[in-house]
């Protein structure tokens, strides 16, 4: 009998030798092959491979087991709570589905770059088509948000155009996710709706990228409840509200303990907490949003009494909210049928939960109002007051995209819950037109103004013209300028896009993104900025810049120097005109270097002589712009390398 080897046996049976067997990778268990199969270090492709080598390592591989369900997690890990635990699922599927998702994500968010770079059209108008597109692939929309997130939540300072837009479409998709569901609670019985869902869904809407949920405002609001429960026990441990579990709300019947859970409420959100009224920022849009008054402890009358009356009743107390002119209240019923307003307590959420008589809230507010101004107020009267408030702030405004993107989103949030409302239909209309964006929906919009109310015809007349002029332009687009530093009215222009700079007298940061050889602006905003008051006044180049405090400005040259210490500057419109912070530049986008296509090559020259000169030696002249950064590393070629390199990668 033959001595078996490595990998080899023999066996006998009745006398009778087998012949030798050889023990290969496939003739592994099932589990052990899943095993090795499962490995970090092999991806989609390296399985895909392998499925393909062999009927047994194909079966192995198949579409609802454990080999393609663990390269879908690994890919995917956000995923996984949208999935049961020990589900069965075609995992295969899900891969190729969830990866030709992403393919059209990342085409759609390339193809609009050009489109918003020569205007600012509304997001919604842009992405019909592309998303019609995906929607057509039956994928779940977490699909779509989770390769919009893995694109933001790549290298910081790389991707920055694929970022801005990215951004832009999951500010869109969720905002629509989210009007989906305030339609749903408006349909609800008028008992069932909670002013602190309201609430949620009106700060849900104004900040989509910040997370907030209904069950985390909940989840803080069920602790501020235990602490009030802790102090109540100290005065009365009998009280029944101390039986009560979370989320019972059992209306507590006697006044004296009702007048309990009231005073407990006051020291444990006033005294222990410090909740207070915002009375030095009031016109803050953070005091309407309630994730941040929990977070900040401060708000406004209407978002404290939404937090104020929402633990009450957590307590066993019936409050409620009362739409007083200028400063909101919470009403407190003291008769067992309450049809007066003398029968009630009122209560200043803003005043550290001060209780107040009828006669005492005219005082408030400095002038005296009608009996109909004590009533109490439905939830949908919540909401309006609350998303009213933010409308104004957004009125307010600088003027800038900030204060626009409060006024768009406040309008979309006023017209869900009313929509025939004639003034804020053609504000809405108004604001979309000075803005020039989606002018077909400006149509629809006066059009309906029209049917509501005839008599604006005057208003919607002019804007419905001028709307048509505009889609009627863009029908016939102007080339965009092309700006080259060669030619000899250029010659003046010291600057170019991406360099950092400082302003000499303001003092502020900003990075450069356009330029003019001379100021193209109205004489009138010549004359408002003084202008003539500089040295060569506007016969000198003039530069856009993005400004670190979010402000966009026009600046003159002999304001402006490099920046000794070039950092990134935080404005939201960076990624619209740029790729990739580069230490000590921005790299332009595409789009930008096709209008300024001389300026990436001067930046980089700009670039050297002022940060990446050779450190002199001991004796020799220093030749470096004093007060300028010669940092160690690389050498330039290989920066200017590695750059284009990088650039390269980015699918713009």
Known sequence: ?????????????????????????????????????????????????????????????????????????????????HYRQNKCCDWLKEYRTRHTVGL????????????????VPCVGQVLGDSFAEIESLGAPEHFCEDELLSILNSDKRKSLTLKYYAKKILYFLRQQNILRGLKLFLEQPAERQSALEGAVLVDQYCNPLTDVSLDSISSQLDEITDKVKKMLRIKNPSHPSLSQSQGDCSPVGDFELQRQVVAALNVVLYEQLQYKGNECDYYNPLNSYIHQVLLRRTGIPISLSVLYMTLARKLGVQLEPVNFPNHFLLRWCQQQRGEDIYDFVYIDAFGKGKQLTAKECEYLIGHQVTADYYSAISTTEVLLRMVGNLLN?????????????????????????????????????????????????????????????????????YLVQHTLEHIQHKKHPVEPEVKRRSVPEHVEVQYSIGLIMKHKRSGYNCVIYGWDPKCTMSQEWITTMRVHQLSRGANQPFYNVLVQDGTCRYAAQENLEPHSSPLEIAHPEVGRYFSEFHDSHYNANEELQTRYPEDMEETLGTVQDLYHRPTPSPGQASGHQEGAQIPNGPSQDQKLQDSQENQDAVPL
């Not at 059209?104 to 205007?119: A, G, L």
């Not at 405004?397 to 004639?422: A, F």
């Open 1 to 81: 009998m033959a001595t078996s080897g490595a990998g080899e046996r023999c066996s006998s049976l009745n006398g009778i030798v087998s012949e030798t067997e050889t023990k290969t990778f496939t003739d592994l268990p099932a589990e052990l092959l899943e095993y090795i199969l499962c490995f970090p270090v092999l991806k989609h492709v390296d399985i895909c491979n392998v499925s393909c080598s062999c009927k047994r390592l194909h079966d192995v591989c198949h579409s609802r087991g454990k080999v393609w369900g663990h390269q879908y997690k690994l890919r995917w890990p956000r995923l996984q709570k």
């Open 393 to 461: 702030i957004g009125k307010r405004g600088e003027g800038n995209e900030k204060s626009y993107q409060l006024l768009r989103d406040s309008l979309d949030l006023y017209l869900t819950v009313n929509p025939d409302n004639v003034q804020y239909l053609l504000l809405q209309a108004r604001l979309y037109f000075h803005l020039g964006i989606w002018p077909e929906k400006v149509l629809d919009i006066l059009q309906h103004i029209q049917a509501l109310d005839p008599s604006q015809h005057g208003a919607v007349g």
């Open 104 to 119: 059209q994500i990342r085409r759609t968010v390339v193809s609009i770059s050009k489109r918003f770079f020569t205007e």
